[in-house]
């Protein structure tokens, strides 16, 4: 199982970026796909989360700004970021919490992609 991560560039402030997350593999179940960022110096923080329920969870400073949804049928996730701030300058990690087909749990990370706001 593989997590591709894509999207990320060089924004200006009050600009906007869509990131793209697909999951590749024998995937059975995907529970939770989430969008982490990691600043530099700073720990790895949640942005956005979303069960397979549909329930969703941001974190405040994304809260108004930023939505994550997913296309069930390609196993994908998106996190569409409005309003970008200088703050928000961090690399993206998507996230799964799946099942495989060898029904293995299991947590998984994709590559990472850089989003810089310029001010």
């Known amino acids: 199982v593989q997590l591709q991560a894509s999207g990320g560039g060089l924004v200006q402030a009050g600009g906007s970026v869509r990131l793209s997350c697909a999951a590749s593999?024998?995937?059975?179940?995907?529970?939770?796909m989430a969008w982490y960022r990691q600043a530099p110096g700073e720990e790895r923080e949640l942005v956005a989360e979303?069960?397979?329920?549909?329930?969703?969870n941001y974190a405040d400073s994304a809260k108004g700004r930023f939505t994550i949804s997913r296309d069930k049928s390609k196993n994908v996730v998106y996190l569409q970021m409005n309003n970008l701030k200088a703050e928000d300058t961090a690399v993206y990690y998507c996230?799964?919490?799946?099942?495989?087909?060898?029904?293995?749990?299991?947590?998984?990370w994709g590559q990472g992609t850089q989003v810089t706001v310029s001010s």
């Open positions: 996230n799964a919490d799946l099942t495989t087909g060898w029904r293995e749990r299991g947590d998984y």
């Open positions: 979303l069960t397979s329920g549909g329930s969703t």
């Open positions: 593999g024998i995937i059975i179940t995907i529970n939770t």
